[in-house]
């Protein structure tokens, strides 16, 4: 089994900047594409940034210029680091891998989400 576990949330000004995490556990073989997405109250989930194990990278409009995503493969670990954070950016936000193990094909698994706030 493979478990996804975020961290790095928290409540900050706007203008400010936080930095998420997400560390990858298991009997893990490699791991593919990894990305982050976002849900607010009420609205739909959806992608943040993606980053494949050759390093090329995808971002939703609204964060570009401002989010960077990286990954460190010895870690198993996902960044997100954000800046000029705005209210809008407000949301949980959860960590998304393909991960193939030694006992099973390749599958897509969720953590379980991290909280944060953008308020003044």
């Known amino acids: 089994q493979v478990q996804l576990v975020e961290s790095g949330g928290g409540l900050v000004k706007p203008g400010g900047s936080l930095r998420l995490s997400c560390a990858a556990s298991g009997s893990i073989f490699r791991i593919y594409n990894m990305g982050w997405y976002r849900q607010a109250p009420g609205k739909q989930r959806e992608l943040v940034a993606a980053?494949?194990?050759?390093?090329?990278?995808n971002y939703a409009d609204s964060v570009k210029g401002r989010f960077t995503i990286s990954r460190d493969n010895a870690k198993n670990t996902v960044y997100l680091q954000m800046n000029s954070l705005k209210p809008e950016d407000t949301a949980v936000y959860y960590c998304?891998?393909?991960?193939?193990?030694?006992?099973?094909?390749?599958?897509?698994?969720w953590g379980q989400g991290t909280q944060v706030t953008v308020s003044s």
């Open positions: 998304n891998a393909d991960v193939q193990t030694v006992l099973t094909s390749t599958r897509n698994y």
């Open positions: 980053i494949a194990s050759g390093g090329s990278t």
